[in-house]
């Protein structure tokens, strides 16, 4: 199906709490990235990697992408129950450089594969740029392609037509210019099924130092529609609180697809946590992934985390509270949500 054929056709992007068939992600495997820009070690990320992929397999599949370099060291780790798909790859962000999973309610699901720059040509992309397609070809699927740089973890939906992304990336001169928002909420609309579209200030001046350029995902995710848990910080004189600040205005500001105010839920960030001589470390605990019946939460090794495990079960009352260590991938600049990518059951429910 071309591109220009799907417009109004009815394909939608559900929200991130409908039955998953799995949960994709990519293994790490590319030492010089992790240890001379991150300043960690790969077997160490390797092994938070591992505790992600584990937690989600007892609730839902788990299909691991594998660079063939990798493979040993990906199922020493990985249960017998992940399945491992060799495929080339440069990097391990399934989120960003994965498909964004659609729904049609009777020709079933596809996918759509981002034109992905490596946020901005920030990192060697030659073979993640296409992922997504490969992922798609893997599973006999559709797949709808668009020039729009983007990234899963950009972009925010609650399956009733709200989408909510930031200016600071797609707006950003190092993915669309000359794009407009206009031109981008049409491409939304058409491709996702998106009726309102609500732009977050993101980090407009590189605040955070996070490649990304102000994901979404670092910033609030759905509960159900209508309702938030959004970032928040204890230190209000840091430079991070006016972002926060920024960012919480705009949402309180904003109405969704059906016309509701949001119900805003506070989740404070591990800042205990953070590596002082860290580049960037995300802290976030906004960054969370919604599996089949479980909540998989980042965890640090501190007292926040019970809090943030006590806010995420109030948000999700039917859901288990999994709270997975990951001090070694947040050296990366992302979290649980960022390395995660779920694949919609159909048809679509829960």
Partial sequence: MQQNDIANAGWMMPAEWVQHAAT???WPHNQALWESTWGVTLAEVQVDFARVANAIARFEPVK??????AVARARELC???IELIELAVNDSWCRDSGPSFVCHPQLGVAGVSWRFNAWGGKSAHEL???LGRRILNGLGLECFGTPLANEGGAIHVDGEGTLITTESVLLNANRNPGISKA???????????VRKTIWLPGDPDYVTGDMTDGHVDGVCAFARPGALLVDATHDQS????????????????ATDARGRRFELLELYEASA???SDAEVFCASYTNFYIANGAIIMPAYGIAADEEAAATLRMAFPGREVVPVRINQLAHGG????CITQQQPAWPVWG
């Fill in 24 to 26: 994709w992600m990519v």
């Fill in 64 to 69: 691991m992408v594998v660079d063939p370099s």
């Fill in 79 to 81: 249960g017998a129950n």
């Fill in 128 to 130: 993640d740029e296409g």
């Fill in 183 to 193: 031109d981008m909420e049409e491409i939304f609309t058409r491709l996702l099924g």
């Fill in 238 to 253: 840091s430079v991070y609180a006016e972002v926060v600040r920024e960012n919480r205005r705009a949402l309180e500001l």
């Fill in 273 to 275: 946590a953070v590596d």
């Fill in 334 to 337: 992302g979290g649980v949500h």
